[in-house]
């Protein structure tokens, strides 16, 4: 840059800051505070998105668990029918041993209903979490369109983007909002 160049960028400079100086901290302000508002929705949304995953990691854990109970259930069952075919020389002892088999039968068929309902409710909590995940990116998306809306009057001195952030940053810190209230 030439001095005279130079020159005649500072003066534009320091006219700009005379014309809207206050106006411009404000906006620079407001853009300063998005950004705030950005980072702290994209930590929400992460933690949901990794609330997300160790849920659904819990729920494969307990329905291996139901399978493992149905597996052992179902073995036994083929294990008193056998008994049932066969004739033994303790006739009496067979038959107290197939009754402590089935048993063992009905107390894990209830435990296996228990074992169901918990992985039913653990999926449940998965698919809240990826709600409130959804939630938090659509209102990061939105608060980032506005911190790049608002920054737009920052060089074109057009307040109407600056409303138009404002206003797209709103919604999305409403959105975001609400998923604190997914139930």
């Given amino acids: 840059m030439e001095p005279t160049e130079m020159q005649e960028f500072s003066n534009q400079l320091h006219e700009a800051n005379e014309e809207g100086g206050e106006s411009l901290t404000r906006i620079s302000l407001s853009i300063s505070i998005l950004a705030v508002l950005v980072a702290m929705v994209t930590v929400l949304g992460h933690r949901s998105h990794t609330e997300a995953?160790?849920?659904q990691s819990r729920v494969a854990d307990q329905w291996n668990l139901y399978q493992a109970k149905k597996i052992r259930m179902d073995n036994l069952s083929v294990t008193v029918d056998l008994l049932s075919l066969q004739s033994f020389a303790n006739?009496?002892?067979a038959a107290a041993k197939q009754q402590e088999y089935k048993a063992h039968i009905e107390k894990w068929k209830s435990d296996l209903a228990e074992e169901?309902?918990?992985a039913h409710e653990y999926e449940h909590e998965v698919h809240l979490a990826e709600r409130r995940a959804s939630h938090y990116d659509?209102?990061?998306?939105?608060?980032?369109?506005?911190?790049?809306l608002s920054s737009i009057t920052l060089f074109t001195r057009?307040?109407?983007y600056f409303f138009l952030g404002i206003g797209i940053g709103a919604v999305g810190l409403v959105i975001a909002s609400l998923a604190l209230f997914v139930h």
């Fill in 158 to 160: 057009r307040r109407s």
């Fill in 116 to 118: 169901q309902q918990k």
């Fill in 53 to 55: 995953i160790l849920m």
């Fill in 91 to 93: 006739a009496a002892g």
């Fill in 138 to 148: 659509l209102g990061e998306a939105l608060l980032q369109i506005a911190v790049v």
